[in-house]
């Protein structure tokens, strides 16, 4: 059985400084899959070459096949029938998404008018039925208003709305509430969750935040430099993370956020170091000279190897363990 | 028990209203607020964005005026301008803000930004040796003195900005989501940085934040502001294992959980 979508060997690079490596995966159908990793990481560039909409300069590389078409290859036309259609994306910040002189309600009919040819009476009707959907109180008053008008909440409400207007095969959202307040992130998250299981669609999410993703997704992915280091059940992967990055990342995530009455100061489990500039990572595993695992071995580049959970390490964590 | 060296009693400020043309008037950013903070204690204040936090932290440290009640630190008063308590204030009372970009002026070497505050307050002494010790003391090579803030990164931008506000020797450090936007792995970096220098020179402490679990880990006390007052406040623990207001409640069933280890 073939995926929603099969990401194939995908690279990206920039001015021959590669920024995404040799990243496969598979995203099932009907499945949410997480997407983890720190600024710098190459999980927004993932995103943007998966809908082609990477900024010039980069170059993309490998196959990303939807429905049996690859998106890498193709063209800019059929991409742009594609995009918005059979594949959708939410960003970040919703305000640089919108057009800032068009009403909100004319953005929403837009979509449906390229891509389902609706007249400007139908479309508007359809708009106004899908900003009812993404749960906004008054849905006549958010179309008449212009995006600058809007809450962030309510933004990034739009934003699924026009995501979800043509009921996508593929719904990729690229940290969609990490400008928002924890309330409003926790009724935006249920929002993604049931507009995807309505419209059949498999969400690929991308977040820096492990309990969003533990929240939301099966499964996730983790990147680091540009390349998957990890890959599994969501639940595999926080209680017993094989790669030292995602043992680091879930042992700070996990103590942040335990009760404070055992803690000393200073005892937070941290990995050491930050993420280097782009062009500035080792070669061979990404994460060696940040990594206390590390030996000579670590100078070759390690394969994402095993078959449920797998992970790209020549000292995994627990090996043995499970 | 001690009393109280930062507290604030009836604090309210109200914004003139610049978004609504049909209701002139005033938005109350803050609504009676009353908060107490002993030395050597890490108070948080936690609450969503609007709910008045940066608005406290402002009156807090006298950069503002109240519209109502008054801050007093170790018990003179400190807003209003001629207040009696205001110099003594400006050299005792610290920030730490969020974006150390938009705090460090970027034309300005690391040393003389964090020299700064040794000259503004005229305080005595070997200022290039202090600047040294804040830099090492937040671990930061002396080297990074020459260098300007835009060679570093979030993390090291933030070490820099700790290092200027605890460069005059300050007895109350205010940090208004001095962590947040930072990596998951940086984060713990400047959590670790942070929580040990508050223990090492007994600060005392005044975090804000929307982050409930940075909150948590940090402070032994905590109020929640919402819509400009406060809604409820008690020991962490209490407040995080049995919130009473229902504010409270909704916002920690609102932050996503990690699951326990097995």
Redesign the interface.
């Known amino acids: 059985m073939t995926g929603a979508l099969e990401v194939r060997s995908l690279s990206v690079d920039l001015g021959g400084v590669p920024v995404v490596a040799d990243v496969s995966f598979s995203l099932r159908a009907g499945e949410r899959l997480g997407l983890i990793g720190?600024?710098g990481s190459g999980k927004s560039v993932t995103a943007l070459a998966i809908m082609g909409l990477l900024p010039e300069g980069m170059r993309a590389g490998g196959r990303v096949e939807l429905a049996g078409e690859d998106l890498v290859s193709m063209g800019e036309r059929r991409l742009s029938a594609l995009r918005g259609d059979r594949i959708a994306m939410v960003f970040q910040e919703p305000l640089t998404a919108l057009n800032p002189l068009m009403r909100v309600g004319r953005q929403v009919a837009e979509v449906l008018r390229i891509h389902r040819g609706l007249g400007r009476r139908g479309a508007a009707e359809r708009a106004l039925g899908l900003l009812g959907r993404v749960e906004l109180d008054d849905p006549a008053g958010v179309a008449r208003a212009y995006p600058h008008e809007l809450s962030g909440g309510q933004r990034q409400r739009v934003m699924l709305a026009m995501a979800v207007a043509c009921s996508p095969r593929v719904l990729v959202a690229d940290e969609p509430t990490t400008a928002l307040?924890?309330?409003v992130?926790?009724q935006v998250?249920s929002l993604v969750q049931r507009l995807a299981d309505e419209e059949g669609s498999s969400l690929l999410l991308i977040s820096?935040?492990?309990?969003?993703v533990?929240?939301m997704c099966e499964r996730v992915l983790v990147m680091y430099g540009g390349r998957l280091v990890e890959e599994g059940p969501t639940?595999d992967i926080?209680?017993q993370p094989h790669h030292p990055y995602t043992a680091?990342?879930?042992a700070?995530?996990?103590?942040?956020?335990s009760?404070?009455?055992a803690?000393r100061?200073?005892?937070?489990?941290?990995?050491p170091g930050?993420?280097p500039p782009l062009g500035r990572f080792p070669s061979g595993c990404v994460f060696r000279d940040r990594c206390w695992r590390a030996d000579r071995s670590c100078e070759a580049v390690p394969q994402l190897c095993g078959r449920d959970h797998a992970v790209a390490c020549w000292h995994p964590v627990g090996e043995g363990a499970g | 028990m001690s009393a109280p060296i930062l507290e604030a009693r009836g604090l309210a400020k109200a914004y003139r209203d610049r978004r609504s043309r049909s209701r002139p008037g005033s938005r109350w950013a803050l609504r009676g607020v009353d908060l107490e903070v002993r030395a050597g204690e890490t108070l948080g204040v936690v609450g969503q964005s609007g709910a008045g936090k940066s608005t406290l932290a402002r009156l807090l440290l006298a950069l503002e005026e109240p519209t109502a009640g008054e801050v007093l630190f170790r018990g003179q008063a400190v807003s209003g301008r001629r207040s009696p308590g205001l110099p003594e204030l400006r050299r005792r009372v610290q920030i730490v803000l969020q974006d150390p970009m938009g705090s460090l002026d970027p034309r300005m070497r690391v040393g003389d930004i964090v020299a700064e505050p040794l000259r503004a307050l005229r305080i005595p002494g070997d200022h290039r040796a202090r600047v040294h010790e804040m830099l090492e003391a937040v671990g930061l090579a002396p080297g990074a003195a020459r260098r300007y803030p835009h060679q570093f990164s979030g993390g090291q931008r933030q070490r820099i900005a700790i290092a200027r506000a605890l460069a005059p020797r300050p007895d109350v450090l205010v940090a208004d989501e001095a962590v947040s936007g930072l990596d998951v792995s940086v984060q713990a970096q400047v959590l670790n940085l942070l929580s040990g220098l508050i223990a090492d020179l007994g600060l005392t402490t005044v975090l804000i934040s929307h982050d409930l679990a940075v909150i948590r880990y940090l402070c032994r006390r905590v109020l929640v502001l919402y819509q400009g007052q406060v809604v409820e406040a008690g020991s962490t623990e209490e407040l995080y294992t049995e919130p009473r207001h229902p504010y409270t409640r909704r916002l920690l069933a609102a932050v996503p959980e990690m699951p326990g280890r097995p």
């Open positions: 720190e600024s307040d924890v309330v992130q926790d998250l820096h935040d492990l309990a969003v533990a929240r639940r926080l209680s680091g990342l879930v700070t995530a996990a103590a942040v956020s009760p404070s009455g803690r100061p200073g005892s937070l489990p941290a990995l930050s993420v």
